[in-house]
């Protein structure tokens, strides 16, 4: 089984290859344009590798916030996005606002939206290479992240019925060899799968934040163009084993 990929072999392969019963709130996001993104790391990858990303977004014309959030405890790292969207709104009340999620971060920033009531402030949602379904390898890393275990109340939750709730739009981003698909139910747009730059998946997944073609879908997401295909799945039509390794096992 495979586990979480961590920051280190990211770094060796860049040098080689250069509250749960909270009812969602259904209310429309801000109408206008997308102009702050907040951007969630994934699992112990913290905000650095996200720089080439950030950079790139800002000079699109973005106000770009990368959190510190660790992503080994989700729903802290979901109220931490939700302090981060209300000060955004309160500074800019009519712009709009997107959360681009990395792995794990994608599971955070979709709990904020659907448990927290986030749909209603948040225009896009942009995932990359997120485990929307879980991972089983989470089940025995107790105390990192054991939250993206299928079968946590977490998951449980975040799974319970239509995922893709209320009026903000979802994409979807990934590396053709990715140890996920990404999928959800309702509405989302599956961005075309970026070819593989290596031959493992769990390494595509670790770099995918340094790539300029990561960066160019997301900009296109956030532009409200889908680079892919728009799906709208029903409630149950998707389980945590069709989602796992689609480059392969």
């Given at each position: 089984m495979k586990t979480l990929p961590k920051l280190a072999?990211?770094?060796?392969?860049?040098?080689?290859?250069?509250?749960?019963?909270?009812?969602?709130?259904?209310?429309a996001?801000?109408?206008?344009?997308?102009?702050?993104?907040?951007?969630?790391?994934?699992?112990?990858?913290?905000?650095?590798?996200?720089?080439?990303?950030?950079?790139?977004?800002e000079q699109s014309g973005y106000r770009v916030t990368v959190l510190s959030t660790e992503g080994t405890n989700l729903p802290a790292?979901?109220?931490?996005?939700?302090?981060?969207?209300?000060?955004?709104?309160?500074?800019?009340?009519?712009?709009?606002?997107?959360?681009?999620?990395?792995?794990?971060?994608?599971l955070s920033a979709r709990y904020y939206l659907k448990e927290l009531g986030g749909a209603s402030?948040?225009?896009?949602?942009?995932?990359?290479?997120?485990?929307?379904?879980?991972?089983?390898?989470?089940c025995t890393q107790s105390g990192t992240a054991h939250d993206v275990c299928p079968t946590t109340p977490f998951m449980k939750a975040l799974n319970g019925g239509v995922?893709?709730?209320?009026?903000?739009?979802?994409?979807?981003?990934?590396?053709?060899?990715?140890?996920?698909?990404?999928r959800l139910t309702?509405?989302?747009?599956?961005?075309?799968?970026i070819s593989s730059i290596t031959?493992?998946?769990d390494i595509d997944h670790i770099i995918e934040p340094l790539d300029p073609r990561v960066a160019a879908q997301v900009k296109a997401a956030l532009a409200g163009n889908c680079q892919g295909q728009t799906v709208t799945?029903?409630?149950?039509?998707?389980?945590?084993?069709?989602?796992?390794?689609?480059g392969g096992r």
């Open positions: 072999s990211a770094v060796a392969c860049v040098a080689a290859a250069g509250s749960l019963a909270i009812a969602p709130v259904q209310a996001p801000a109408t206008g344009p997308v102009k702050d993104v907040v951007i969630v790391p994934g699992q112990t990858f913290g905000s650095l590798p996200y720089t080439p990303l950030k950079d790139s977004l790292d979901a109220r931490v996005i939700a302090g981060t969207v209300d000060g955004i709104r309160k500074a800019h009340p009519k712009d709009g606002i997107a959360l681009v999620g990395h792995s794990v971060g994608g402030k948040v225009k896009t949602y942009v995932a990359i290479g997120t485990p929307q379904y879980g991972n089983p390898a989470g995922n893709a709730v209320g009026s903000t739009q979802y994409y979807s981003i990934r590396s053709s060899k990715e140890w996920v698909d990404g309702g509405r989302q747009c599956r961005m075309a799968p031959s493992k998946g799945a029903p409630v149950g039509s998707i389980n945590v084993n069709q989602t796992l390794y689609p």
